[in-house]
């Protein structure tokens, strides 16, 4: 996690150091006049990048966040603030005491994150989980001055893990009616809490440049299961391995995308991995340890991925999933489809976010759900599409998706029929610009794509083969972003020359496996355009551009980022550029 340095002439105040010393310096800064000491406050980012005022994306504010922080707190009625200068010095024992009404340790605030809502400009959900539940879980809301705006009681979900039998419960608190393209302060707090404070940036309303990301599969950075040797052998101390995929590159993306502070960033699915832990809950406890750094600041959006279908955990296996987030309503959801499927707006971009488990004839999960919502999300993705599509404020349309449509890797996943069947039709009858997906874990992406080969696959049919200007009106770009931090990369696997493994449906469950194993069918593969088999890790970061003037073009330029190191080191792969007609 970042930290915060005061700056005072030649002295400075930093998170960094033991909280007693902290105080010493917060008290003596206090008795001299800040006017004298030039005093100002800089956010220093988890890679040791300063943000002014922790504010992304932004210039100099002249706000001091610490004093913000205690404004915030004390116009919320909340002891003066006292809960957030202990907060600030690092002490949580007198934190807890200063907000809490009893004798017992409250939970903490864990795992704190950002959704967008439908209309991104004005709409953000902030959330956080517990192992206990918690009274009067709420949100303060206020500016960079610490000028409190509003104060939001948080929802409270839950799901009991069949596999532990521990009870998770989430926080969720809808701030709305706020203003377009502005930075706020919050705070995130419940009863004998230390509440836990970020900023972070709404969406622009129009067409106005702004900056996402995106990346698939990346599991985490940690060691969740005790390796217990062979019978005879013996080990000469513990040893700790991961049981859910992890690596260490799982944190370096994580640093990577917050760089290059996005506004938001897509998840194209299989966030952690869970369901093949031993412990689930610790697994997701994890991943929101490491990613929290990010999406405190930023709204991570989300897709489900066939490695959310945790077996017991809801009727369809997606309840943990449904639980962390809280995104957008969408049309044709029933209480086991909720949050599956969704959409938003941010200035000339339209996000649709699809759960391909419903369509896909591959068995990846921990059960087969397959057709689960029966033809609704095809229903309500047909209509967001076509008014999407009509909508003269938007440009852009992106898909984002787990699952894929296209890869040229051997022996991975492959391809599936069922999204051939049942998306990209929709994709090519409303226009759809960009597809962006994981599963495949490793980078590459189509030329534009449209229309089919009547054949058994459904080979997509390229409309262009240029990779440096492409008219997304002619085709929708495909991109496998899969390279978020598994430990089982699949950019050594490449057909050469291209080629794509189609799955096209599916055997009898295989009674060692419980699966069912897929049917394979190999194509040439023509859409195929750029492959990054040197790098398993990165991320996309795209950077929309809306044009000088109406009826001229937008363009989004696309850079693939390799991550190459500790702490985010970055080397881009290629960079390349999407353009169409802006559409007022």
Same mark, same amino acid.
């Given at each position: 996690?970042?930290?915060? @340095?005061? @700056?005072?002439?030649?002295?400075?105040?930093?998170?960094?150091?033991?909280?007693?010393?902290?105080?010493?310096?917060?008290?003596?800064?206090?008795?001299?006049?800040?006017?004298?000491?030039?005093?100002?406050?800089?956010?220093?980012?988890?890679?040791?990048?300063?943000?002014?005022?922790?504010?992304?994306?932004?210039?100099?504010?002249?706000?001091?966040?610490?004093?913000?922080?205690?404004?915030?707190?004390?116009?919320?009625?909340?002891?003066?603030?006292?809960?957030?200068?202990?907060?600030?010095?690092?002490?949580?024992?007198?934190?807890?005491?200063?907000?809490?009404?009893?004798?017992?340790?409250?939970?903490?605030?864990?795992?704190?994150?950002?959704?967008?809502?439908?209309?991104?400009?004005?709409?953000?959900?902030?959330?956080?989980?517990?192992?206990?539940?918690?009274?009067?879980?709420?949100?303060?809301?206020?500016?960079?001055?610490?000028?409190?705006?509003?104060?939001?009681?948080?929802?409270?979900?839950?799901?009991?893990?069949?596999?532990?039998?521990?009870?998770?419960?989430?926080?969720?608190?809808?701030?709305?009616?706020?203003?377009?393209?502005?930075?706020?302060?919050?705070?995130?707090?419940?009863?004998?809490?230390?509440?836990?404070?970020?900023?972070?940036?709404?969406?622009?309303?129009?067409?106005?440049?702004?900056?996402?990301?995106?990346?698939?599969?990346?599991?985490?950075?940690?060691?969740?299961?005790?390796?217990?040797?062979?019978?005879?052998?013996?080990?000469?101390?513990?040893?700790?391995?991961?049981?859910?995929?992890?690596?260490?590159?799982?944190?370096?993306?994580?640093?990577?995308?917050?760089?290059?502070?996005?506004?938001?960033?897509?998840?194209?699915?299989?966030?952690?991995?869970?369901?093949?832990?031993?412990?689930?809950?610790?697994? =997701? =406890?994890?991943?929101?340890?490491?990613?929290?750094?990010?999406?405190?600041?930023?709204?991570?959006?989300?897709?489900?991925?066939?490695?959310?279908?945790?077996?017991?955990?809801?009727?369809?296996?997606?309840?943990?999933?449904?639980?962390?987030?809280?995104?957008?309503?969408?049309?044709?959801?029933?209480?086991?489809?909720?949050?599956? =499927?969704?959409?938003?707006?941010?200035?000339?971009?339209?996000?649709?976010?699809?759960?391909?488990?419903?369509?896909?004839?591959?068995?990846?999960?921990?059960?087969?759900?397959?057709?689960?919502?029966?033809?609704?999300?095809?229903?309500?993705?047909?209509?967001?599409?076509?008014?999407?599509?009509?909508?003269?404020?938007?440009?852009?349309?992106?898909?984002?998706?787990?699952?894929?449509?296209?890869?040229?890797?051997?022996?991975?996943?492959?391809?599936?029929?069922?999204?051939?069947?049942?998306?990209?039709?929709?994709?090519?009858?409303?226009?759809?610009?960009?597809?962006?997906?994981?599963?495949?874990?490793?980078?590459?992406?189509?030329?534009?794509?449209?229309?089919?080969?009547?054949?058994?696959?459904?080979?997509?049919?390229?409309?262009?083969?240029?990779?440096?200007?492409?008219?997304?009106?002619?085709?929708?770009?495909?991109?496998?972003?899969?390279?978020?931090?598994?430990?089982?990369?699949?950019?050594?696997?490449?057909?050469?020359?291209?080629?794509?493994?189609?799955?096209?449906?599916?055997?009898?469950?295989?009674?060692?496996?419980?699966?069912?194993?897929?049917?394979?069918?190999?194509?040439?593969?023509? =859409?195929?355009?750029?492959?990054?088999?040197?790098?398993?890790?990165?991320?996309?970061?795209?950077?929309?551009?809306?044009?000088?003037?109406?009826?001229?073009?937008?363009?989004?330029?696309?850079?693939?980022?390799?991550?190459?190191?500790?702490?985010?080191?970055?080397?881009?792969?290629?960079?390349?550029?999407?353009?169409?007609?802006?559409?007022?």
């Amino acid at each position: 996690m970042g930290h915060s @340095v005061i @700056v005072a002439g030649s002295a400075q105040l930093t998170t960094a150091e033991p909280w007693r010393e902290r105080a010493a310096k917060l008290r003596l800064f206090a008795r001299r006049p800040r006017s004298s000491l030039g005093c100002r406050e800089v956010e220093i980012g988890p890679l040791g990048t300063i943000e002014t005022a922790g504010v992304m994306n932004t210039r100099a504010s002249g706000f001091e966040l610490e004093i913000s922080r205690r404004r915030l707190l004390a116009a919320a009625g909340l002891g003066g603030g006292a809960a957030a200068a202990s907060a600030f010095l690092g002490n949580p024992a007198e934190a807890a005491g200063a907000a809490s009404t009893d004798s017992g340790l409250a939970p903490p605030v864990a795992g704190l994150h950002l959704q967008f809502g439908a209309d991104a400009s004005s709409q953000v959900v902030a959330s956080w989980h517990t192992l206990r539940p918690v009274q009067h879980a709420r949100v303060l809301l206020g500016r960079l001055d610490g000028r409190l705006e509003q104060e939001v009681q948080a929802g409270a979900v839950s799901y009991t893990d069949a596999k532990s039998g521990q009870t998770v419960y989430a926080h969720h608190a809808k701030l709305g009616e706020l203003r377009p393209d502005t930075v706020y302060l919050y705070g995130a707090l419940h009863d004998g809490a230390a509440p836990q404070f970020s900023t972070f940036r709404t969406a622009p309303r129009g067409r106005t440049p702004f900056t996402f990301t995106s990346f698939g599969d990346q599991a985490t950075p940690t060691l969740g299961r005790l390796y217990v040797p062979s019978a005879g052998a013996a080990l000469p101390s513990p040893l700790f391995v991961s049981d859910n995929l992890g690596s260490p590159a799982a944190g370096d993306t994580t640093l990577g995308v917050e760089q290059l502070q996005p506004l938001f960033h897509l998840f194209n699915g299989d966030l952690c991995y869970a369901n093949l832990a031993h412990d689930r809950v610790r697994t =997701w =406890w994890d991943f929101w340890e490491n990613n929290s750094r990010s999406a405190s600041r930023r709204p991570w959006m989300p897709s489900a991925g066939n490695h959310e279908n945790e077996l017991g955990n809801g009727p369809i296996g997606y309840q943990a999933y449904q639980t962390y987030f809280s995104v957008p309503e969408a049309a044709g959801q029933t209480e086991v489809t909720r949050g599956l =499927w969704y959409a938003f707006t941010a200035g000339s971009v339209r996000v649709v976010s699809i759960a391909n488990d419903d369509v896909c004839y591959q068995d990846g999960g921990d059960s087969y759900v397959r057709g689960y919502s029966a033809g609704a999300q095809k229903a309500w993705l047909e209509a967001e599409l076509a008014t999407s599509r009509r909508n003269r404020d938007i440009d852009w349309i992106v898909v984002c998706m787990h699952q894929v449509a296209i890869s040229t890797a051997d022996k991975a996943n492959g391809a599936d029929l069922g999204v051939r069947q049942e998306w990209t039709p929709l994709f090519d009858r409303y226009g759809v610009d960009l597809v962006v997906c994981g599963h495949e874990h490793h980078y590459e992406r189509s030329h534009p794509i449209r229309g089919q080969e009547q054949n058994a696959t459904l080979t997509p049919t390229p409309v262009a083969t240029a990779t440096d200007m492409i008219d997304t009106t002619t085709g929708a770009v495909h991109m496998v972003l899969g390279g978020g931090g598994t430990s089982k990369p699949s950019n050594g696997l490449f057909f050469d020359p291209p080629q794509c493994r189609v799955i096209t449906g599916v055997g009898a469950p295989d009674p060692a496996t419980k699966r069912r194993p897929p049917i394979y069918v190999t194509e040439a593969a023509p =859409w195929s355009a750029v492959r990054n088999p040197a790098h398993a890790y990165g991320f996309a970061a795209f950077e929309v551009e809306p044009g000088p003037r109406p009826g001229g073009f937008t363009t989004m330029r696309v850079t693939y980022y390799d991550v190459v190191g500790a702490g985010g080191l970055l080397t881009p792969f290629e960079t390349f550029t999407l353009r169409r007609p802006r559409r007022d």
